[in-house]
């Protein structure tokens, strides 16, 4: 029998938007709360503006966008980092859709979009450093854990 490693992530999310009366009415109460761990700096966090929140926090629908992004981004490090292909810049701007139900009261992430700028040290590199791109998503710990398809639409530019 194979014993199963697991790894733990604890977060405290903590409701800052009681303005006097609580949730006494949809629009008596700010949707602002920080999102908290042990040893970091908190996450100033709300909900979409959409969804009565404040422009200027995080909203969960960002962070989900940006877990998504953040895990292939360091996938694909590693795998250029074993596989012969030197990295030497790395932007993404990546896109998520949230598409809402007929009723209007819920939703779902429906595709995420990664818009992967790299910047190889040499032109023989392009092609892997293209190629590997596909293969983040089978070890990707964000990607194998959500239901909505992650494109990639990599830029691939020589230093």
């Not at 996938?75 to 012969?84: E, F, Q, R």
């Not at 992650?150 to 530019?157: K, S, V």
């Amino acid at each position: 029998m194979t014993e199963t490693e697991t790894h733990t992530y604890d977060v405290v999310i903590e409701w800052t938007g009681n303005l006097g009366s609580g949730t006494d009415s949809y629009r008596s109460f700010s949707r602002a709360h920080e999102v908290l761990a042990t040893g970091k700096p908190p996450i100033a966090a709300s909900s979409d503006p959409a969804f009565r929140g404040d422009p200027a926090g995080w909203n969960p629908e960002e962070l989900l966008v940006a877990s998504v992004a953040q895990c292939h981004m360091l996938w694909y490090l590693h795998l250029c980092a074993v596989g012969g292909v030197t990295v030497v810049d790395y932007e993404d701007r990546a896109h998520g859709v949230m598409t809402m139900d007929a009723t209007g009261g819920g939703g779902q992430i429906t595709e995420v979009i990664l818009r992967p700028e790299v910047t190889v040290a040499d032109a023989s590199m392009t092609d892997r450093a293209r190629a590997l791109h596909n293969e983040v998503h089978s070890v990707c710990f964000i990607a194998r854990s959500v239901n909505f398809p992650i494109r990639h639409e990599p830029l691939i530019r020589v230093e």
